[in-house]
């Protein structure tokens, strides 16, 4: 029999309290040895969710190299043969249908979500609850103002458009941060006092279902904010080095936003049946 986080979950001041010290007195509890090795493993799992990312992105700009070249080529030898605008219609087709595969990847585990709550939906609607809310967290709502990369106006707003926060590395860090956060629960809930909360049971049992949805949907919401920056609201990096075109500066933005869609489908949920 799994625990279930319940419909309602209500947590008064004197709750939120109680379940502090569960939690204070768990990690007091753990070995040094232990908290030192999940935060080397938490290091370790940033360069992994940050190499996934800059593989999307790599593999993104060779094909976009490759395809400048091609079609420079393509367009010339459709000139010499006097056939330019039968070449240029059917390399327009071409695009479209690879803008549409793109989108299928991206919206594939969005899909394989719905399924599973349809097929189960007490147990699995939470969890699409949950996406939803992380993607309006994470890109600011459908205005895409505000959200995960406009943490940068913290610092004020000469440091907005920040390559940091405007880019696959804000994803990277909301990976790592829920992903850790998973991994220390999952260690606390060891030494949690025998009598605690049993939201601590649910927490533990359900976390990886649950820290897959929000980061799909915090990676959906940053993707969205980016192609947002770099489609409809347009504006320059002010730390991207060296001295480049607006155009430049929306097309790095579009790259991460793509690169970021794609890392959707690495948290998808399995198919199961």
Do not use: C
Request: hydrophobic fraction near 40%; proline fraction near 4%.
């Amino acid at each position: 029999m799994t625990t279930a986080l319940p419909s309602v979950v209500i947590l008064s001041r004197s709750r939120q309290a109680r379940m502090t010290e569960e939690l204070l007195h768990a990690l007091r509890l753990i070995p040094r040895e232990q908290l030192t090795q999940w935060g080397a493993d938490s290091g370790v799992l940033f360069g992994k969710v940050s190499w996934r990312r800059a593989k999307n992105l790599g593999k993104l700009i060779s094909r976009l190299s490759r395809g400048t070249v091609d079609e420079a080529t393509g367009a010339y030898k459709a000139h010499k043969q006097g056939n330019l605008k039968e070449h240029a219609s059917s390399r327009v087709t071409t695009a479209k249908e690879s803008i549409v595969s793109t989108i299928s990847n991206v919206t594939t585990s969005v899909k394989i979500l719905q399924q599973a709550v349809r097929s189960n939906p007490k147990q699995n609607a939470p969890a699409l609850v949950v996406s939803t809310l992380a993607f309006l967290a994470a890109s600011g709502g459908v205005d895409g103002d505000g959200g995960v990369p406009d943490l940068d106006l913290i610092a004020g707003i000469d440091a907005h458009r920040s390559i940091f926060t405007h880019s696959i590395l804000s994803g990277a860090a909301i990976e790592t941060f829920l992903l850790a956060s998973a991994s220390f629960i999952g260690i606390a809930h060891s030494y949690l006092p025998e009598t605690h909360d049993p939201i601590w049971d649910a927490i533990a049992t359900h976390k990886d279902q649950y820290v897959r949805a929000t980061s799909q949907g915090a990676s959906l919401g940053i993707a969205y904010h980016l192609f947002i920056d770099s489609a409809i609201e347009p504006g320059a990096y002010h730390d991207l080095p060296g001295t480049h075109s607006i155009e430049a500066h929306q097309a790095v933005a579009g790259a991460n936003a793509i690169a970021e869609g794609i890392d959707v489908k690495h948290k998808a949920p399995k198919r199961h049946g």
